[in-house]
């Protein structure tokens, strides 16, 4: 769903004082739909939504805890109803039909899913050992970054990304580069896209 909201209605209405609640509002208006949905083998009356936190945290670049809080503070403004038991373990049933007032027809895109950011690196640092012969290193400011890069990576690419490293790793031509992070964060879609090379046969 699209979301409209006039800088009268910001400027006045409480729930919209904290620019984080307007951002999470907005992110939940679009994974929202005007019609019955389907949450896995459940079915969700329209503008109801099942979300995870830690992932919408991870795509907002905010803590799961204040985003957390920005959910219970639209609730308490009466924009939203949240269960948290609606759904398995970590995601929140949001029942948006309170604000869908200011929504419009609209593209649903799919919530978020969680992201297991430690196994992607695993396997970046082994590849990179591999590839390299030294160990990969980064700084605890290098983790925040990447670790947020990689959530943007498999929202997008979805497994795909893991080829996206192999196939990263396995072109020398990136070695120019060092093979860096940012360099692989940039090529990542477009090695995705690529079709796998088929080795060919031998007769042995």
């Not at 992110?27 to 939504?49: D, G, I, K, Q």
């Amino acid at each position: 769903m699209n979301i409209t909201l006039d800088s009268e209605t910001i400027r006045k209405h409480p729930a919209f004082a904290s620019p984080l609640r307007v951002g999470v509002l907005v992110h939940l208006a679009a994974f929202a739909s005007p019609e019955e949905a389907r949450y896995e083998e459940t079915s969700l009356p329209p503008y109801c939504v099942v979300v995870s936190p830690a992932a919408l945290a991870a795509t907002l670049s905010c803590t799961k805890g204040q985003l957390e809080n920005a959910i219970s503070s639209l609730f308490k403004h009466d924009m939203l109803a949240v269960d948290k038991t609606a759904g398995k373990r970590g995601y929140w049933l949001i029942d948006l039909r309170n604000s869908k007032e200011f929504f419009s027809d609209g593209k649903t895109i799919t919530p978020p899913t969680e992201v297991n950011v430690r196994s992607l690196m695993d396997k970046w640092d082994r590849l990179y050992h591999k590839r390299t012969g030294v160990k990969y290193m980064r700084s605890q400011s290098d983790y925040w970054r990447e670790r947020a890069d990689w959530n943007n990576l498999f929202q997008n690419l979805g497994d795909d990304v893991f080829d996206a490293m192999q196939k990263y790793f396995d072109d020398i031509r990136y070695g120019q580069w060092n093979y860096a992070f940012k360099v692989f964060f940039k090529s990542a879609p477009r090695l995705a896209a690529e079709p796998n090379k088929v080795e060919p046969w031998q007769f042995k």
